[in-house]
């Protein structure tokens, strides 16, 4: 059964940059069938995708975030990992890591919450 | 980019009730829609993807339909535990959009 597993610092200081990394189990994440993402949910508000990999290292990022946002993938690590640079308030949420195949996210993580506060 | 209109943003219904819900797509999105339920506290879950396939293991009682740009997820018999937050999400060239949501609730 494929598992993904967020992992990072719950709380980020304002200006600096959220990382988190996804560890996937029980797949792997070199498949050519699926791309790689992350969404986010601030708390009481709706999802929000925030870009997707595919194991080859191409990414595919939301406009609205694309100049703070790097993802990339370690392969032998089975993992895929978040930076979000300049982070403010409005970017404290649960942060979700999925796969994509074809077009829909079809497995994800349980979610970490993210907090930026000084 | 591809805007996604979802209503209502919450309802209340009784048990055994017909629900439906609506998405709206500011372009054409062939049959590129999926449909999510959210329990309070968890990940969402895939029920419908692309607009009318349901995903292994979800109860026939749930359904999608549609293309292009106007699409509609069914609840044919509401059942206790579909109290839940219900999105919609398109998918053009890699990048994905979600709906707003739609809170369900029982009468």
């Known amino acids: 059964q494929l598992q993904l597993q967020e992992s990072g610092p719950g709380l980020v200081k304002p200006s600096e940059t959220l990382s988190l990394t996804c560890t996937v189990s029980?797949?792997?994440?070199?498949?050519?069938?699926?791309?790689w993402g992350w969404i986010r949910q601030p708390p009481g508000k709706g999802l929000e995708w925030i870009g997707s990999i595919y194991y080859s290292g191409s990414t595919y990022y939301n406009p609205s975030l694309k100049s703070r946002v790097t993802i990339s993938v370690d392969t032998s690590k089975n993992q895929f990992s978040l930076k979000l640079s300049s982070v403010t308030a409005a970017d404290t949420a649960v942060y979700y890591c999925?796969?994509?195949?074809?077009?829909?996210?079809?497995?994800w993580g349980q979610g970490t919450l993210v907090t930026v506060s000084s | 980019d591809i805007q996604m209109t979802q209503s209502p943003s919450s309802l209340s219904a009784s048990v055994g009730d017909r629900v439906t819900i609506t998405c709206q797509a500011s372009?054409?999105?062939?049959?590129?829609l999926n449909w999510y339920q959210q329990k309070p506290g968890k990940a969402p879950k895939l029920l419908i993807y692309d607009a009318s396939n349901l995903e292994t293991g979800v109860p026939s009682r749930f359904s999608g339909s549609g293309s292009g740009t106007d699409f509609t997820f069914t609840i044919s018999s509401l059942q206790p535990e579909d109290i839940a937050t219900y999105y919609c999400?398109?998918?053009?060239?890699?990048?994905?959009?979600f709906g707003g949501g739609t809170k369900v609730e029982i009468k």
């Open positions: 999400q398109q998918y053009d060239n890699l990048l994905q959009t």
């Open positions: 029980g797949g792997s994440i070199s498949s050519s069938s699926y791309y």
């Open positions: 372009q054409d999105i062939s049959n590129y």
């Open positions: 999925a796969r994509l195949v074809v077009n829909h996210n079809d497995y």
